[in-house]
């Protein structure tokens, strides 16, 4: 039997409007990694490929993490997120599901970007599970179903909230918010009653994660998803 394969999407984007560098969220990405990976094969995409620029906050945060130390030093991991394929190179028969790795870098290049909306909306007619944690699902954010309506109209999500954006100052540094967006797409939004408290939610092939606490969860969730089809 072949293993299934799962693709985890990082963005190409490394400047928020203050100038400060961001990219990829390192938990949100380790922590899924190392739930889904004993058990797939992961593979990873950016809309530039290449390798993805890493959030320099996330690895400093999360200095005394194991599992993002290990990932940092995990040269099958580092193979994959520093030669990451262009998405146009995907093709979605090839996978069981999708993931979309957070950091605020995410809320600028994936929202637009057409290979990915298209890439995104194959997945999700097939079937397959999609999934998004942190600012992740800005990248779902213009993605509509077969009747061309938002994924996020009427199913339960959950992101990033507003609270916590205030919270790290950066609420002005990144075109949208992504829970304020969400509502506006018509999505039942949820969190945490605690900021910085995991949330994750479950909504037929949508999975989405609140926020860097939520990223194990988020993997679970994603392997019992794909485990049932």
């Given at each position: 039997m072949t293993t299934k394969k799962i693709l985890f999407v990082l963005t190409s984007h490394?400047?928020?409007l203050n100038g400060?560098?961001?990219g990829w969220y390192l938990p949100e990405a380790a922590h899924p990694y190392?739930?889904?990976e004993a058990h797939f094969t992961i593979e990873w995409a950016s809309p530039k490929g290449g390798k993805a620029p890493l959030d320099p906050s996330s690895i400093e945060n999360f200095k005394n993490d194991n599992?993002?130390?290990?990932?940092?030093?995990?040269t099958k991991a580092k193979q994959g997120?520093?030669?990451?394929?262009?998405?146009?190179?995907i093709n979605v028969n090839d996978y069981a599901a999708l993931v979309?790795?957070?950091?605020?870098?995410?809320?600028?290049d994936l929202p637009e970007d057409k290979t990915n909306i298209k890439l995104a909306e194959q997945f999700w007619k097939q079937g397959k599970i999609l999934s998004a944690i942190c600012h992740g699902p800005a990248?779902?954010?213009n993605v509509k179903d077969e009747n061309g309506k938002s994924i996020f109209s009427g199913r339960k999500a959950t992101s990033f909230s507003n609270e916590e954006e205030e919270q790290v100052k950066l609420t002005d540094a990144i075109p949208f918010l992504v829970e304020t967006r969400i509502k506006q797409l018509g999505g039942n939004y949820e969190k945490?009653?605690?900021?910085?408290?995991?949330?994750?939610?479950?909504?037929?092939q949508l999975i989405l994660g609140a926020n860097p606490a939520s990223a194990h969860d988020f993997g679970l969730a994603i392997l019992n998803a794909v485990n049932k089809k």
């Open positions: 490394d400047k928020l400060h560098p961001t190392y739930v889904l599992q993002c130390k290990q990932f940092l030093s995990d997120y520093e030669n990451t394929k262009t998405l146009n190179e979309y790795v957070g950091g605020h870098g995410p809320c600028f990248a779902l954010v945490n009653d605690k900021p910085w408290g995991p949330h994750v939610t479950i909504d037929g």
